[in-house]
């Protein structure tokens, strides 16, 4: 179980600022983006505004702790295709199989100068699996998977987007909080629709959080991340929508949306607004990571692959305790 990032709505506790956070832990900035993200470093709303900070026993847990800093590094060390398929020890083609079928979820991803969609792993999930399924690793591909592979679409943008949203919904302090992050995976006639309420939508929209770091510098690039943050399958579309639908009703029980003085919104349905939440990605290629590159341009290793399988596989991946 992971240490959870949330607290009591209305209090504040003082912590460590992020920036200082990172530099304590050992950590480059997206990788401690990640242990936040990932809840392997807890964080609380301290100060006006509810800004999250680290509180200082949650540092002094991580650096007494043994084989720190390699421990926490180990856990949001992120890893490509290629690498990917080396640590697993098997076919960069057959990563993709498994990965395109939803075996594995990705953690992450940029988007190229060519408009492609790069995918990263936490190398952990990859061992997990390796671990679990070694019927997959070699051999031919088994018919149910084939099967699957052949009937479905490409998953990795629907498993980035259930685990995205789990994510924040663990940092997500009250119902309407739960239901903004719900409704940042629907489009805008699914959003119109879901939440017909012309008040209620328009304080959604300005709370949807950001599903992805960056912003893109190009028409085409927002079109492409599009695809990837925003549900387009009927039956993930569907299963947002009651999630949506539920949150909504505990949030109506709480407190309505704020509705201001004078004239009443346009009933008629509009595309929400999405200023403060329109997708967005680091675009900044083998850096998407924030780890280190070697002169041969790969991600610098805490210690090779071998000795990454080992540390994981011996128990140095154990959850954080509270």
């Known amino acids: 179980m992971t240490v959870q990032q949330c607290q009591e709505p209305g209090t504040a506790t003082a912590g460590v600022p992020f920036g200082r956070a990172a530099r304590e832990l ?5 990788e401690f983006e990640l242990a936040v993200q990932l809840g392997h470093v807890r964080t609380v709303a301290s100060g006006p505004g509810g800004r999250r900070r680290v509180p200082r026993d949650e540092i002094e847990r991580h650096t007494a702790g043994s084989g720190f800093p390699d421990t926490l590094r180990t856990r949001v060390w992120v890893v490509g295709t290629a690498e990917g398929a080396e640590l697993m020890g098997i076919s960069p083609a057959r990563f993709g199989r498994l990965a395109r079928a939803g075996c594995f979820a990705p953690v992450r991803f940029y988007v190229n100068r060519y408009r492609a969609v790069v995918w990263h792993y936490l190398a952990a999930d990859l061992v997990e699996f390796a ?20 009937e479905r679409q490409d998953r990795r943008a629907r498993t980035w987007r259930a685990r995205r949203i789990d994510q924040l919904l663990a940092l997500a302090e009250g119902p309407w909080e739960r239901a903004a992050v719900m409704a940042s995976v629907l489009g805008p006639e699914q959003l ?48 947002h929508r ?12 709480i407190r309505e949306a704020p509705r201001p003085e004078g004239p009443r919104i346009d009933e008629t349905p509009t595309a929400p607004t999405r200023a403060t939440t329109e997708p967005t990605v680091t675009t900044a290629g083998p850096l998407a990571n924030g780890a280190d590159v070697t002169p041969a341009g790969r991600q610098a ?5 071998r000795a990454l399988w080992r540390r994981l596989r011996r128990g140095s991946m154990e959850p954080a305790r509270d």
């Open 242 to 253: 009651r999630r949506l639908t539920i949150a909504l009703a505990e949030a109506r029980a």
């Open 301 to 305: 290793k805490p210690s090779g692959l």
């Open 192 to 239: 119109a629709d879901a939440v017909p309420d012309p008040y209620e939508r328009a304080y959604v929209s300005t709370m949807r959080p950001e599903l992805a770091h960056g912003r893109p510098n190009a028409a085409a690039g927002r079109e492409v991340i599009d695809r990837v943050t925003l549900a387009e399958e009927p039956d993930e579309i569907e299963r």
């Open 26 to 30: 050992e950590l480059k900035p997206r």
């Open 131 to 150: 671990d679990a399924n070694p019927e997959l690793l070699t051999g031919r591909t088994p018919p149910a998977l084939r099967t699957a592979l052949a």
